[in-house]
Nanobody, 116 residues
């Protein structure tokens, strides 16, 4: 069964940090690029960061450049998102994503709330 499971969300104060993790199973993880998206209340889901399977190159949305870092561990079939200097605008449900077998696969999401 192809599956993505996120963890690591929570409540953090502005300026704080969180590390999200996504555990993948049911497919050859190292063959696929992986992405993190987020969706804030009342807004569309948006791409946050992506890491490619070949060479590990990365891309980031402008609003997280310099603050967030995406990484992957092919031995553990996992992808992480280190989030620093968080602000209230980062409040959202964060989703792990892979495009596989011609379809988008999403995790269940993990809530990140940035508030004092």
């Amino acid at each position: 069964q192809v599956r993505l499971v996120e963890s690591g969300g929570g409540l953090v104060q502005p300026g704080g940090s969180l590390r999200l993790s996504c555990a993948a199973s049911g497919f050859t993880f190292s063959n696929y690029y992986m992405s993190w998206y987020r969706q804030a209340a009342g807004k569309e889901r948006e791409l946050v960061a992506r890491i490619f399977n070949t060479g590990g190159s990365t891309t980031y949305a402008d609003f997280v450049k310099g603050r967030f870092t995406i990484s992957r561990d092919n031995a553990r079939n996992s992808v992480a998102l280190q989030m620093n200097s968080l602000n209230p605008d980062d409040t959202a449900v964060y989703y792990c994503h892979v495009w596989i077998f011609g379809a988008a696969l999403w995790g269940q999401g993990t809530q990140v709330t940035v508030s004092s």
